[in-house]
Every structure is written in C-alpha cells, then in structure tokens.
C-alpha cells in the first residue's frame, strides 16, 4: 500500500506563505486531498486535487489564498498557501481517495503523519 509522507510545515507570520508536499512512496493515480485538524476540533477538509489534476475542491475558507498541484513524475501533491491567518494554524494531513476530489474524510485512506503549521498573529 502507498505511503504518504508530508513535510514543509513551520512556524510563519501571519500574511506569509508556505508550501507543503504530500510524497507517495509509490505512483498515485488517485485523488489526493489536503487535511488539517486544529486542538480540540475534528479534523476538516481543505482542498483535493483528482488524479489528472484537472479537478480541484476547495473548503471555502481557504478559497483564493490556497492552491494545489501535483507532479506525478515525483509522485508529489503540493499546497501552496499563501495570506495565512492564524485561524490557519493546524497538523496538515494529506490522503488518497478513489474517485472524484470528494470533500468527505470518510472517503480517504493511506494517510500521512501530518506536518504542523503555526500562524503567529
């Protein structure tokens, strides 16, 4: 089974960027949807991107400040998130899903560790 390691979390100012990767051990000719799961609160949906990259679903609060990509060459999922507001602090969880770029977690699998993002304010 493919595994999913993401990384480039830190801890940034409010109104800068940064970007994270989502790395398959493996190719994945899936949809890969982005995460994020704040203390006390339930983990949400951000964004997902569909295998042909074509498709892409974006949670409204995240709407125009983030972007997704993916470069199947590296097996890499890219969010890129930029206007960061400390609302945005979390751990960035990334996943497969088969299927169109759904907004349901119950749809994904082969989860990552996550990577922790800090907004200062």
């Known amino acids: 089974q493919v595994q999913l390691v993401e990384s480039g979390g830190g801890l940034v100012q409010a109104g800068s960027s940064l970007r994270l990767s989502c790395t398959a051990s493996?190719?994945?000719?899936?949809?890969v949807g982005w995460f994020r799961q704040s203390p006390g609160k339930e983990r949400e949906f951000v964004v997902a991107?569909?295998?042909?990259?074509?498709?892409?679903n974006f949670a409204g609060s995240v709407k125009g400040r983030f972007t997704i990509s993916r470069d199947n060459v590296k097996n890499t999922v890219y969010l890129e998130m930029t206007k960061l507001k400390p609302e945005d602090t979390a751990i960035y969880y990334c996943?497969?899903?088969?299927?169109?770029?759904?907004?349901?977690?119950?749809?994904?699998?082969?989860w990552g560790q996550g990577t922790q993002v800090t907004v200062s304010p």
């Open positions: 996943a497969i899903a088969s299927g169109t770029p759904f907004s349901t977690i119950d749809a994904y699998y082969s």
């Open positions: 493996g190719r994945i000719l899936n949809t």
């Open positions: 991107i569909s295998a042909s990259g074509n498709v892409r």
